[in-house]
Structure formats: C-alpha cells, structure tokens
DNA sequence: ATTAAATCCGAGTGGACTGGTTGGTTTTTC
DNA sequence: GAAAAACCAACCAGTCCACTCGGATTTAAT
C-alpha cells in the first residue's frame, strides 16, 4: 500500500463527506471550500473513488457524491487503495511473487517490508470513516515493544 | 516517519553491511556490487548514516564502513529516519504542535495520522538489523481486527 | 615516493509524481 | 433557457528521487 499525499487528501475529503452528508448529497465545491482542496483536483480523486465504487455521484444542480455505503462500512484502506494504486515496491518485483524470490541474499529485507506492509493494511482497515469522525481510533493493536535504547523522535507517515 | 525507497535503500545496504562486516570494514563498492546500486548514491547515503552515527569509516584502502553499534542494537527506524529526514506532514504543519490545532474541523483525520505515524514507528523500531539477517521479524504486535467485509488486496508499503 | 583504494564532497540531471489549471461537455433542476 | 453541478482530457510548474560526474582527500601497499 503506497501512503502519499494523494491518498491523504482522499481520506480527509471522505471523512468531510461522511460528516456532511445528511439527506443532501455533498458537492465537490462544498468540500473544496471546506478542507481547501482546489476543485479540480478533488474531481481527479472522486473519479477514481466513484469507479471504487465508494461514493455515488448525483448529477445536476443540487447533486453531488453520497457514500456508496455507510460511514462505519467504509475502512480507510479503501480509500487509498482506490486513489493511490499500489505500485510495486523497490527491487523485488511484486510482493509475493517471482522476482526477488531468486536471489535470496539480494533481497534479505523483503519480509520486513512485507510486514511493515501488513501492519499497515492492519491497522488502516480496521479504522472506518465513522472512527475517525467520532475519534474512536483503535489503538489498541500494538503495545511499546521492549525497546531498551533511546527513544528516537517521531514524525508523520509519508 | 517519512516511507520512501530512499529509506529502503538505505536499509538494504545496512543490512548487507551487518551481514559481511567480520573483521575488515566493508567498502561501499562491495555493498554496490551485491545490492545493484549505485555507488555514488550509497556514498549519499552513508554520509548521512555516518552524521547520524550509525556507521563508522574507515579511509583509505582496505576501508570502508563498520556499525557503529552492533546489528543487535541498530533499529531499522533509525536507518530510514536517518536518510529520510521526516518532513512536515501534510496540512498540520507539524504533528503536535501549532498550525493544525486551531480549525479543528479541518483536520479531522489529524489523529488518524498521528497514529498511523505510532505503528509505523513502533513497528520498525522493534526490528533489529540482526532480525532481518536472522529472520526473526516480530510478528507478534499486530493481531487481526474484527474486519468484517470483504478483504481487499495488500501490496507494498510505499 | 608512487600508486591505487577507498572515503569524502558538491554540483547537476532526467524522469516521475504532485497538486493544480484550463477549457470544455454533459446532465439535470429551477 | 439559465445555472449548477458532475464529468473529462489535456497540460503544466515545481519538487523529489535516484543517479551521474568530476573531483578532493586520506592512507595502505608496493
């Protein structure tokens, strides 16, 4: 899963539409003005989520995108998935595949990637646009390691 | 945590340094030849590794680079967070602090973020290089959610 | 002393991706 | 018919990535 921007920018415009989508369907210009994402660009994105089959889009004045299903039926791992296609990782081809399968020492870091992968996946499938909105995130997958050394800071996912 | 192949890279080559560092330092030309990159740009690499006291050189011929550490107490997140200089995270100018705080409504999906941010960290920072060399990838943090609907597909983290 | 192996250093580069713009067309409501 | 909205296709400036190039410094081996 490929965790850009992009994505990012699709995440915070679902959870604006999951949180203004009463009766009304949401136009695109109400969550441009909103979250202050140009027009355009939010256009780009809620193509690829209309093909996702995540929102539904009504056409004419008065239209705009409801979601295709319910706020606490829709995981954000979707949603990335739907805007920031996969993309195959550094060397090793495709995850489980050929590729990387052949030189074994070439390739010594592909389960960890793969795993960092799963956590990942993991934990943004088991957040729902309904979770994010009422700030019910589950943190409760992981718990602090051992970790003996010192604690390194901390930044955002990119 | 910034994600990127540079990251990954960097990880590779410290990995294979790990592996044949005996008793001679290894030079970045072997670490080029075995992992197929290239030596000027893991030469970029390993100065900033080297900044970040991560690895030792050694000038000269017959030198090169030696862990600073041993395998055993060098974390993967250190390697990425030492070639990957975070960058601020999308809107939210910096994770905890100012600029974000303010319009709360406009960045709803700050903590989901923010806790993406933890499990990523958490995650890398509970491998060694000596567990990738060994393949005893810590498995144990994340257990499966309830996840109730279809599952959709997993693919690298990029 | 020379040579050569290696680390160091800085500048530059092609390509990809981001975030956005422009300029439309269709559909639908009023 | 006017206007609001979704649709659509192209294009574009900036940035970053992975890499190259051309050196310079240090030091071991001859």
Redesign the interface.
């Known amino acids: 899963?490929?965790?850009?921007?992009k994505g990012?920018?699709a995440?915070?415009a679902m959870?604006?539409l999951a949180?203004h989508a009463q009766t009304k369907p949401v136009s695109l210009s109400d969550i441009a003005a909103?979250?202050?994402i140009s027009l355009s660009y939010l256009e780009q994105l809620f193509a690829r989520l209309r093909r996702a089959e995540l929102v539904k889009s009504v056409r004419g004045p008065g239209g705009g995108y409801r979601l295709a299903r319910g706020s606490a039926?829709t995981?954000?791992?979707?949603i990335i998935?739907a805007v920031d296609e996969?993309?195959?990782?550094?060397?090793?081809t495709?995850?489980g595949q050929a590729g990387c399968r052949a030189d074994r020492?070439?390739c010594?870091?592909h389960?960890?990637?793969?795993?960092?992968?799963?956590?990942?996946?993991?934990?943004?499938?088991?957040?729902t646009l309904y979770d994010?909105?009422e700030?019910k995130?589950?943190?409760h997958?992981?718990?602090?390691?051992?970790?003996p050394?010192n604690s390194?800071?901390?930044?955002?996912?990119?």
């Not at 995981?75 to 979707?78: A, T």
């Open positions: 899963m490929k965790l850009s921007t990012r920018y995440v915070m959870v604006d949180r909103r979250q202050e039926e995981r954000v791992s979707e998935l996969p993309i195959t990782a550094t060397r090793c495709e995850m020492s070439k010594l870091t389960d960890l990637w793969e795993e960092l992968g799963n956590q990942i996946h993991v934990f943004l499938s088991s957040v994010v909105l700030r995130l589950s943190t997958i992981a718990e602090a390691p051992p970790a050394a390194d800071s901390m930044a955002a996912a990119s």
